[in-house]
């Protein structure tokens, strides 16, 4: 691969009438995505403004700012393979961004694992970040009626609240802010009526800061706006106990693993592999950074959706200074005691009593039917 390569990718996704056409047109005009391409699964879905277009040909819509806009011809494997194809050929002057909108009703899951899974596109493109769009207006009663409305809130790095400007009643937008949060705690809620929500504030969600060229952990795994959710709850708690008894939102659940000392690469292998294998279509997402023992000055890196984990990378040192090992998953329907149980046998921590310790030990499968 050339010097361009890893390339970022945007998912942008978000129940019908969410507004994804709307933001996807504002967005074509912002400078900041020059050299982007947009992966829309059908031109009559998504109305590309006409003044914009400059020519067209093999689904691939050529824009006037030099963004590109190309349609899922079979799979979206297939399509990306194109992109990096005709980067290569020299067909492609320039590939900065790719950015793949899904529909309305996608489980977003799919998408991720075709980038994070494919042997050669993994090397070729980089996961930035999973943008949502809740509409305002219908988002409550989404939320009610889908569990994949509810995924696709769980699973992203920014939620934008699109329509807000149209609700009758502000304190519903507030409610719906309140949910939002409580469901994805680590995640950025944005107001697509700010004016600041551009693509600066959109993108560049991944572990590596763009402004600075190094990775920035803590905003990767979210844990500064998950911890200004836990502060917004100690204080209002008592306005929004409703918000706990949703058909869809209870099911999910994200919450952090942390063990402060170096691990052995294989406990830490043989505990994602078991929590894949026994729970993996329960893991919407997870997100990692790990202190191995065989080398504690370079972090390991993980990232996984469902049983698709990312290959693990490693970063020349730590740049936070917080060492440790440090993992953030969002889950629907998986017994967290599970979980944390698992992590405590393997990570060697007195977090359970001893017989079932001593046991698992032994037999680490023992646990995986409780």
Not at 320 to 339: K, S
Request: aromatic content about 4%.
């Amino acid at each position: 691969m050339s010097s361009g390569f890893p390339i970022a990718v945007s998912v942008l996704t978000g129940f019908l009438g969410a507004g994804k056409t709307t933001l996807l047109n504002r967005l074509l005009r912002d400078p900041a995505l020059a050299d982007t391409a947009v992966i829309i699964n059908e031109f009559g879905e998504v109305a590309i403004d006409h003044l914009l277009v400059e020519q067209a040909s093999d689904g691939i819509i050529q824009l006037s700012d030099g963004c590109l806009c190309c349609t899922v011809r079979g799979e979206l494997v297939d399509t990306l393979a194109d992109l990096v194809d005709r980067l290569q050929t020299g067909r492609i002057a320039r590939l900065a961004r790719v950015v793949i909108e899904t529909t309305g009703l996608a489980d977003p899951a799919p998408v991720l694992q075709s980038i994070m899974a494919h042997p050669a596109l993994v090397e070729a493109f980089r996961l930035d970040g999973v943008i949502t769009l809740v509409d305002a207006v219908n988002g409550d009663a989404t939320l009610d009626a889908h569990v994949e409305a509810v995924k696709q809130a769980a699973v992203a790095d920014r939620i934008v609240l699109t329509k807000a400007d149209l609700a009758t009643d502000p304190r519903d937008v507030e409610a719906l802010r309140a949910r939002l949060r409580q469901i994805n705690p680590g995640a950025e809620l944005l107001d697509a009526g700010d004016r600041r929500t551009d693509a600066a504030a959109l993108f560049d969600c991944g572990l590596y800061n763009p402004a600075t060229k190094s990775a920035d952990v803590r905003r990767w795994l979210g844990e500064e706006a998950a911890h200004d959710h836990h502060h917004h709850d100690d204080h209002d708690h008592g306005d929004h106990d409703h918000d706990h008894d949703h058909r869809h939102d209870s099911r999910v659940r994200s919450y952090s693993l942390v063990h402060d000392g170096p691990v052995p690469f294989s406990a830490i292998e043989m505990f994602l592999d078991l929590l894949r294998s026994a729970h993996g279509e329960r893991l919407l997402r997870m997100k990692g950074v790990i202190e191995l023992l065989e080398d504690p000055s370079r972090p390991l890196v993980v990232h996984g959706v469902q049983k698709t984990l990312h290959p693990p990378a490693r970063l020349p040192s730590w740049p936070d200074g917080q060492r440790g090992t440090r993992l953030v998953l969002i889950t629907l329907d998986m017994p967290e005691d599970y979980v944390r149980r698992l992590f405590a046998a393997f990570t060697n921590r007195p977090s359970i009593d001893s017989p079932d310790r001593a046991a698992l030990e032994n037999n680490p499968l023992a646990i995986a039917g409780r």
